[in-house]
């Protein structure tokens, strides 16, 4: 829905502009992701591996970070980077920097990486405790590793409070379940509420559903 501009009357007639493009019913899907993407990384980890002869073979991982701040910090998936020796880190405008692994937490699945970069465009981080079930969101992450830059999906917030096992040790709780589409790779990237808010990071799916996806919701992250 693209907003109309204040009419100059005393009652204006349909919707009223807020601020930057934003009405009552937040940005079109077409600005929230103009506002993120400047904010969302890809990160590419490399893992040695014993190969058949004994010998360290490299395996690849693909994932998503956001920006926390202008100094370097990305938020991301523990998974993302558990065991990894090299993390490389790509910007939105294509320049590449190593990371260094700041801290992880298994039992949250979150992880905090950080690059020396210059000119940074942190994310704005919402609040998920005003998350209501059925409203829109917008995932954008780095699916399948595709080359031309991220992938953006739509869906809806279609339960709050959802809990997960992990493994026999870990339950994640708090989730957001979502059905915007979510993929290997997409694995620490933004959920978006229509303002361009953060209010989810992309974890998990139900291996062999279709639409059940799940965030850590970032009141917790």
Known sequence: MVPRPLQSSAEPQGESVISDGLTKD?????????????SVVQIVTEVAAMGAIN????????????????????????????????????????????AELI????????????????????????????????QDVIAIGHALGLPGGPTVSKGVVSALGRSIAVDAQTTMVDL???????????????????????????????????GIGFAINIDDA
């Open 103 to 134: 801290g992880g937490d298994a039992s949250t699945d979150t992880a905090v990486i950080k690059i020396q970069a210059d000119g940074l465009q942190p994310a704005v981080l919402g609040n998920s405790a005003d998350l209501l079930v059925g």
């Open 55 to 98: 010998q360290a073979v490299p395996s690849m991982g693909v994932g998503t970070g956001i920006l926390l701040d202008e100094e370097g910090f990305i938020l991301t998936n523990n998974h993302v980077i558990r065991d990894a020796q090299v993390i490389t880190v790509t910007l939105n405008d294509g320049q590449t920097f190593p």
């Open 26 to 38: 937040g940005l079109p899907t077409i600005e929230v992701v103009k506002k993120l993407k400047p």
């Open 176 to 210: 957001i379940q979502t059905d915007a589409s979510i993929n290997p790779g997409n694995s620490g990237g933004p959920l978006s509420n229509n303002k361009g808010e953060v209010i989810g990071i992309n974890t998990a799916v139900i291996p062999g559903s279709q």
